[in-house]
């Protein structure tokens, strides 16, 4: 890293001593996490590991405490209308409502840009255009949004958050209802609203492989506590994946990244 | 901050210069079927008034303008105390219903919210009811209040009896929880009806439903909370639109929906306590207006709640002239009419919303 001040990078998300309970449980244990600015971090770790409610404290939608600051924004304290500006969160099953077409939708993503009782000026129906235009959605807009299949609704859904112009995205497990041509669609074009937007994103991901292939930094949650972070030739070992997921997996790496190659119980094939 | 730009500054979409015109003309539809509407309310009934004296005589009461209808005093007395009076009323009646049918339907995400059907209107009933037997007929001011009381007291109910069963949100169980706390209310009103039945026929005439014909006094209570109660759910129509991702997503989108919930519900109770306290319950307004508007134009607020209230206001005066004339010279109550006609519509709406599942 250098040391040259200009370059030096700047930390856009900082957690320390973080825990939050969910139905008077606690399921986040003294989270500490810093991201820096423009990068991609992807959280990982076993169902129930406490990815979903790190993702909604740093949006904002579950108190927490501990010291937490997003985006120079402090979630909890302050107003809902300034964390949306800030950091807007895609969410795993997004809800599609009847009747609404899908540029109806993606407008929603203006929503804390708008004052509370005032309407979309020109300014909010451009920002949606580029929008619409930069993910190719042109052909969607005028569709309702119930009548698209899981990896277009994605996108749009993506279009949404985008249209909230936030600094960071956090995306729950994105692709987790879509097929492998999808997702790496829906992935890359996340990466690219990255390096061209510097945008800040920390995603939830279930496949290991491509949370280690997008994702700079990894940092492994197992019972709401984080057990790893760093590079993720590091985190993802073969005996951290065993001992957290309780699975038998080979680590293979190739030049496109390491890969996560669950194995089969050798001992019931004879 | 995202910049996006690639230097495409392409005009507006075509869907925003297109739709504007067809929104104003859709209004302007349903704001000439009220006139009509409430002409027809005003025409029709035993007292034969000709549509030309009406109309010059509203137009003689219209400042700077002096004609002469041709109408008797006597028939003026039924134009200005007995029908239009009504008529007002109906329109009043009509338009908050609907219009508290679509804050409920989407503050609650349910498609079978309704006044009637979430026990707001029994809740209010029953409160008005106390007021009345209890409190001994007491004037105007006390019953709306004790009304409002009631109607928040059921709607919380059921809120609460209907998330406690259903989990989350289940449509249909929040409907049964409003059947049941609808019932209680109702058997709590018979019980102080029994006791106190000197004044049994009174209330058990405004129970079903009708619109008065005591002159003003109904319209003058019940339009500040009608005006009000309009006013606020108007201001929050782009809110309501983002309510319908739900409160996650809605949160996230910079909203606080329990804050939005709590007070538009209070809203569309205090407005639906404050019309029930004037015209008995009369249901299915809140259910039948608001679909058949969303069938014909979407379920954008923005144009969903004015129109509601337009149609919901020619929906009431017009059942109130069925109710008028099916039995003339008897009157049949208004929510005979308004049922016979919601039930059925309701039944498809349940088809419906079923069928989505």
Redesign the interface.
């Given at each position: 890293m250098k040391s040259d001040v200009l370059t030096t990078p700047t930390t856009t998300v900082s957690c320390r001593q973080l825990s939050a309970e969910r139905g008077g449980v606690e399921v986040l244990h003294g989270v500490d996490l810093n991201v820096t600015a423009g990068s991609w971090v992807s959280l990982v770790g076993p169902n129930g590991s406490g990815k979903t409610t790190l993702l909604h404290v740093l949006a904002g939608l579950v108190p927490a405490t501990g010291h937490l600051q997003v985006a120079d924004v402090a979630p909890g304290r302050a107003g809902r209308r300034d964390m949306a500006r800030a950091v807007a969160l895609m969410p795993q099953r997004p809800v599609v409502p009847e009747g609404v077409t899908v540029r109806e939708l993606i407008h929603l993503g203006r929503t804390p840009h708008i004052p509370r009782f005032g309407s979309e000026t020109a300014h909010d129906r451009e920002v949606v255009n580029r929008v619409v235009e930069r993910l190719e959605l042109e052909a969607f807009a005028p569709r309702l949004a119930t009548e698209l299949s899981g990896g277009e609704l994605q996108r749009v859904v993506l279009a949404r958050a985008l249209a909230q112009q936030p600094r960071v995205l956090l995306l729950d497990e994105p692709t987790s209802a879509l097929d492998i041509g999808h997702q790496q669609q829906v992935l890359e074009l996340v990466d690219s609203m990255r390096t061209e937007g510097d945008l800040t994103v920390i995603a939830a991901m279930h496949d290991l492989t491509s949370a280690a292939q997008y994702g700079e930094r990894l940092v492994l949650l197992d019972r709401g506590h984080v057990v790893a972070d760093g590079a993720p030739d590091d985190v993802l070992t073969a005996d951290r994946i065993a001992q957290v997921y309780g699975a038998r997996v080979e680590i293979l790496d190739r030049p496109a990244g390491r890969a996560v190659l669950p194995l089969r119980d050798s001992t019931k094939d004879c | 901050?995202?910049?996006?730009?690639?230097g495409?500054?392409?005009a507006?979409?075509p869907?925003?210069a297109r739709v504007l015109p067809r929104n104003v003309l859709v209004l302007t539809g349903a704001v000439l079927a009220l006139f009509a509407a409430m002409l027809v309310g005003i025409l029709v009934g035993p007292a034969g008034l000709t549509p030309g004296g009406v109309l010059l005589d509203i137009a003689d009461r219209l400042p700077l303008v002096d004609v002469d209808s041709g109408l008797s005093t006597r028939q003026q007395a039924i134009l200005w105390n007995i029908r239009m009076p009504r008529v007002v009323l109906g329109v009043l009646v009509g338009a908050m219903l609907a219009i508290a049918g679509a804050a409920y339907q989407g503050v609650f995400r349910n498609p079978l919210a309704d006044p009637y059907l979430l026990g707001v209107s029994s809740g209010a009933g029953l409160g008005a009811t106390l007021a009345i037997v209890v409190g001994g007929a007491a004037g105007f001011a006390g019953v709306p209040i004790a009304a409002f009381a009631g109607g928040l007291l059921a709607v919380g109910a059921t809120y609460s009896l209907g998330r406690t069963v259903g989990g989350s949100r289940s449509e249909v169980v929040i409907i049964l929880a409003g059947v049941a706390v609808a019932a209680f209310a109702n058997a709590i009103q018979t019980f102080f009806m029994q006791l106190h039945d000197d004044t049994l026929r009174q209330v058990y005439s405004w129970m079903l439903g009708r619109l008065s014909t005591d002159g003003w006094s109904d319209v003058v209570v019940v339009l500040p909370y009608v005006v009000v109660t309009v006013a606020i759910i108007a201001?929050?129509r782009?809110?309501l639109?983002?309510m319908?991702?739900?409160d996650?997503?809605a949160?996230?989108?910079?909203?606080?929906p329990a804050r939005v919930r709590l007070l538009l519900v209070c809203v569309a109770t205090l407005g639906t306590a404050a019309v029930v306290s004037a015209s008995g319950l009369i249901g299915f307004v809140g259910i039948v207006v608001p679909h058949a508007v969303?069938l014909l134009v979407?379920?954008?607020h923005?144009l969903l709640l004015p129109l509601s209230l337009l149609v919901g206001a020619s929906f009431l005066v017009l059942a109130d002239v069925l109710a008028r004339t099916v039995m003339s010279p008897a009157e049949l109550p208004i929510g005979v009419v308004t049922a016979a006609i919601g039930a059925p519509f309701f039944l498809v709406v349940l088809r419906r919303s079923r069928g989505?599942r």
């Open positions: - | 901050m995202i910049s996006l730009s690639r495409h500054t392409r507006l979409p869907g925003g201001l929050h782009r809110t639109d983002v319908a991702v739900g996650v997503e949160a996230s989108l910079g909203i606080n969303r979407g379920p954008g923005r989505v």
